[in-house]
């Protein structure tokens, strides 16, 4: 059962239209259920013309308003449609009145045994659902309380369902983005474009906030998306940044100026100071960065993942102490080298990932040859560096067996992963929340980074499967932080030098991963998430099927270790057909067995 709050000014217009024919003479003998008094008192009188007198009802609504005169709500009209699913069975007067009562008393604006509470009616003219509607103003002359109405509405209506065996909905637990409205699709449907303007915003922001480790990457991840972004400032703190809007280009309003959408406007968890605790490595709300392990990086990875860091640190600094500084603000091991004549002077560096009690260490001149010391001082000295900022510059830097390694190394991160999450099956599946939220970072970036729309539409929908019930921050474990991991590591690798196996073989482990949370969200009771995941399986499937799988209807053939290994080749392997010949390659003559000459 579903049921959806609208406001309005004006009492008369909306009684007319309910006991009206409808847009498309849809309505069926409209009639009073429930109200503050008994329905036969609030029933309008036919006239001897036949017409209905809604005269009396009218006032009755009225006179609260004219109580609180100005104090009213600037829409005091509270109307609420409650609709049952096709499936249902149809219910009786009785019923919906009794659902009519259960709402009003769990919005808190009409509580059982309140005789001074608003005044309400609720009108049926169809099998399938009511209409309720009350003026928000109480016959003692205060005005009720309607903050987060739409949240008790929901429970009103999962308490329903289970009186009356209705089909389950979700509940009202924030986890699910924020829908475009109807005038958003029908304005993106008149410019043209695929997704209203809320939808694509939300998916560059998840994206940018998935590949950032720090604020500043986040928003230069947004402008390299061509997004609009309006930092809001402080007018208190000496203008620090409190948060943010975006929109998209040529996405303007009546005015002529850009449609602005707040990070809160998009979903629950993209507020600023939300984003800022899940980059922070100890959880709490600073603008920090949380250091990227090492513990499920290949060597190559590792030095990949280091030399972009430091070559990054490096096009930001201007000194050496402001370079080494920026190291370990990335969540870099940083070791300096003194010079043995001046114990102030610092002579060279070598930095490391964070993996565990024995470090591996790089030195500036191992990562490579201009990433010396001495090399940087004299770029410093010389000339600035406008590097920052172009993500094309550090992608450039990586070797084709290096992006390879970055792939291979996220596909590891995301089995273990999946393998933590199924540990917490049996034991406690409210531990993979961290990892559950995780996962729509991995999903949005392994998109983005192959440019797949199969896997663009999983991420989409698995949206909801991500996010913990009202808005809740989880705590950092180690299978969410391999997630993280793998985002970062496919932000890093970007689209350049992709190959199938590479691909295939993270999809096959994302869809490993997205089917044991949808086992966790169905272990939580949690329907509606991990419905999410399941669509985003499917998603998954097809995208599986359309680099090397087999469809078969709806089923997908997962691709055999042989098949992966085939894929692996610069030609893959196929068998030649039959009456075919090889004119690539001489034909060779038979080998002879060979035999032991006699004595």
């Known amino acids: 059962m579903i049921a959806k709050v609208m406001r309005g000014e004006r009492v008369p217009g909306l009684i007319r239209y309910l006991y009206g024919p409808g847009r498309r003479n849809e ?6 259920v429930a109200g503050f008094d008994s329905p036969e008192a609030l029933e309008p009188l036919i006239g001897k013309d036949g017409k209905r007198d809604f005269r009396r009802l009218d006032a009755l609504m009225r006179q609260p308003l004219d109580l609180l005169g100005e104090r009213n709500h600037p829409k005091p009209v509270w109307h609420v449609a409650v609709r049952a699913h096709p499936d249902d069975p149809v219910l009786n ?12 008393d769990r919005t808190g604006l009409a509580p059982s045994g309140d005789d001074e509470a608003v005044r309400w009616f609720a009108v049926r003219h169809a099998d399938d659902h009511i209409h309720i509607v009350a003026t928000l103003a109480r016959q003692d ?38 829908r475009p409205k109807r005038a958003e699709i029908e304005k993106s449907e008149r410019a043209g474009r695929s997704e209203p303007a809320r939808s694509a915003l939300r998916r560059h922001v998840v994206t940018a906030a998935a590949g950032a480790r720090t604020e500043a990457e986040f928003f230069t991840a947004l402008a390299a998306e061509k997004v609009l972004v309006h930092k809001r400032r402080s007018e208190r703190d000496g203008g620090a940044v409190t948060g943010y809007a975006v929109a998209l280009p040529g996405d303007v309003g009546p005015s002529g100026r850009p449609v602005w959408f707040g990070g809160g406007k998009l979903a629950d968890d993209l507020t600023l100071p939300k984003l800022r605790r899940r980059w922070a490595s100890d959880g709490v709300d600073r603008p920090a960065s949380r250091p990227l392990s090492g513990r499920h990086l290949s060597a190559r990875t590792a030095r990949g993942v280091l030399r972009t860091t430091v070559r990054r640190a490096a096009d930001e600094a201007r000194s050496t102490h402001e370079f080494l500084d920026l190291l370990e603000q990335h969540g870099l091991l940083v070791r300096r080298r003194y010079s043995q004549l001046d114990s102030d002077q610092i002579t060279g560096y070598a930095v490391a990932l964070a993996e565990g009690e024995e470090p591996t260490w790089y030195s500036g001149g ?13 770029r410093w000295e010389s000339f600035g560096s406008d590097a920052y900022g172009d993500p094309s510059v550090l992608l450039c830097d990586l070797t084709h067996e290096e992006r390879q390694a970055f792939y291979d190394d996220a596909a590891r991160a995301a089995a273990y992963a999946t393998s933590q999450i199924r540990r917490h099956l049996a034991t406690n599946p409210y531990a993979a929340e961290d990892a559950c939220w995780a996962a729509s970072d991995a999903l949005h970036v392994a998109a983005a980074a192959t440019g797949n729309p199969h896997l663009r539409r999983a991420a989409d929908s698995y949206d909801r499967a991500a996010r913990s019930p009202y808005s809740r921050t989880p705590r950092p474990r180690s299978e969410g932080n391999a997630l993280r991991t793998a985002a970062r590591l496919l932000t890093l690798a970007g689209t350049h030098d992709r190959t199938t196996v590479s691909i295939l073989v993270l999809v096959s482990r994302l869809i490993a991963l997205v089917d044991t949370i949808a086992q966790i969200r169905l272990l939580q009771q949690r329907q509606a ?12 499937d097809h995208a599986a099927a359309g680099h090397h799988g087999t469809l078969l209807g709806d089923r997908v053939v997962q691709p055999t270790q042989a098949q992966l290994a085939m894929a692996g080749f610069p030609n893959p392997w196929a068998p030649a057909p039959q009456g075919t010949q090889a004119s690539a390659a001489p034909s060779m003559p038979p080998r002879q067995p060979n035999r032991r000459r006699r004595p």
């Open 27 to 32: 309505h069926q003998d409209p009639h009073i």
């Open 93 to 104: 007067d009785r019923q919906w009145a009794d659902i009519a009562n259960e709402i009003m």
């Open 141 to 178: 002359g205060t005005r009720p309380s309607v903050w987060n109405d739409g949240y008790r509405l929901r429970a009103a209506c999962r308490v329903v369902e289970d009186r009356y065996r209705l089909r389950r909905t979700a509940p009202a637990d924030r986890t699910a983005a924020r």
């Open 366 to 378: 191992r990562l490579a040859d201009d990433l010396t010391l001495q090399r940087l001082q004299r």
């Open 529 to 540: 998430q991990a419905d999410a995941a399941r669509r985003a399986k499917q998603h998954l």
